[in-house]
């Protein structure tokens, strides 16, 4: 992995002391970013270091926080990282839950 140089002074001195770190149950956004969620990162640059909302897309709650980035260029900058809910294997749809809810009707009724 590649080295860093660390944060300059005038980034570090903002409200970071979360960045990079996802909130519990959420993921950095893995594969490619759809263009819906680069244009929310877009309008959040304007925000201080360290806002965090959260944004729901197509039934799915996103969560975004302003912070530094490294780019290709080697230069540290504002971005606004999407983090994205880990997937539960196994949970019940809601299909499955009406499933199981129609059974139990019968069972005793």
């Known amino acids: 992995m590649e080295s860093r140089p ?3 002074q005038n980034i570090a001195s903002q409200n970071i002391s979360e960045a990079g770190k ?3 149950g ?4 893995q594969g490619s970013v759809p263009e819906s969620i680069q244009q929310i990162a877009q309008k959040l640059l304007s925000k201080p270091f360290g806002f965090e909302t959260y944004v729901e897309l197509n039934g799915v ?3 975004f926080r302003v912070e530094p980035h490294y780019d290709s260029k080697k230069n540290w900058h504002r971005g606004a990282t999407c ?3 880990i997937p539960i294997k ?3 749809t809601k299909d499955r839950i009406d ?3 129609e059974i139990l009707n019968k069972l005793y009724s």
């Not at 959420?26 to 956004?29: C, I």
Request: hydrophobic share 25%; glycine share 0%.
């Open 22 to 24: 996802a909130p519990s």
């Open 61 to 63: 709650k996103y969560f």
């Open 26 to 29: 959420y993921r950095l956004m």
């Open 83 to 85: 983090y994205e809910p």
């Open 99 to 101: 499933d199981l809810q």
């Open 90 to 92: 196994n949970s019940p």
């Open 6 to 8: 660390p944060i300059p």
